[in-house]
């Protein structure tokens, strides 16, 4: 059978084919959906249908199970409108801490070598200030002053605080506090 019969075949089958989804559907505009997608699959499909057998069987057949399918599928679907159950979902997707993790890499790679190096030690690696001091040949107190800053920098390159919102190391405002004033 050449393809310019076969479709003209299907075409004559339509209002037969419309009606029959009507009966299923029980909605006009459902009713033209399912037999788009019945014309479809039954096009895809044409080298499977047997020459000299009922095209009207045939079809009626691909739109009955188009539609139960269909039908199967929607009732295993919950409609969740204002994102109830969607929050209850225990494991989120991952799309977003991927994004973060691209953030926090791009802002780490802002900071200066020196504070991005103590962060890292302290922060990744959770050495003590003692031992962050000992590899790095300098004093606990600017270890102390180098994190700090690397904490500030690093919230500010991610944009969720401005430098004058940042806490300090209380620590650090001890020290600062004990330091003897110089009387000018």
């Known amino acids: 059978m050449n393809e310019e019969s076969f479709g003209d075949q299907m075409v004559a089958q339509m209002p037969y084919l419309r009606a029959f989804a009507i009966s299923l559907c029980g909605s006009h505009s459902l009713a033209d959906d399912l037999v788009q997608d019945t014309l479809v699959k039954a096009w895809s499909?044409?080298?499977?249908?047997?020459?000299?057998?009922?095209?009207?069987?045939?079809?009626?057949?691909?739109?009955?199970?188009?539609y139960f399918s269909s039908y199967r599928k929607r009732s295993r679907e919950v409609q969740d409108s204002d994102n109830l159950l969607a929050q209850q979902?225990?494991?989120?997707?991952?799309?977003?801490?991927?994004?973060?993790?691209?953030?926090?890499?791009?802002?780490?790679?802002?900071?200066?070598p020196e504070?991005?190096?103590?962060l890292l030690m302290i922060g990744i690696t959770e050495l003590s200030y003692e031992e962050a001091a000992e590899i790095c040949g300098v004093a606990i107190g600017?270890?102390?002053?180098r994190l700090n800053r690397a904490r500030a920098k690093l919230a500010e390159h991610l944009g969720l605080l401005t430098p004058n919102d940042i806490d300090t190391d209380p620590t650090v405002s001890d020290l600062a506090a004990r330091r003897p004033s110089r009387a000018i």
Do not use: C, M, Y
Not at 45 to 66: C, E, G, K, M, Y
Not at 115 to 118: A, D, F, G
Not at 142 to 145: A, E, G, M
């Open 45 to 66: 499909h044409a080298d499977s249908f047997q020459p000299n057998t009922n095209l009207r069987a045939w079809l009626v057949t691909i739109l009955r199970n188009t």
């Open 89 to 112: 979902i225990p494991v989120k997707g991952g799309q977003e801490s991927a994004l973060t993790l691209a953030d926090v890499q791009s802002a780490l790679d802002k900071l200066a």
């Open 115 to 118: 504070h991005k190096e103590i």
């Open 142 to 145: 600017t270890v102390k002053s």
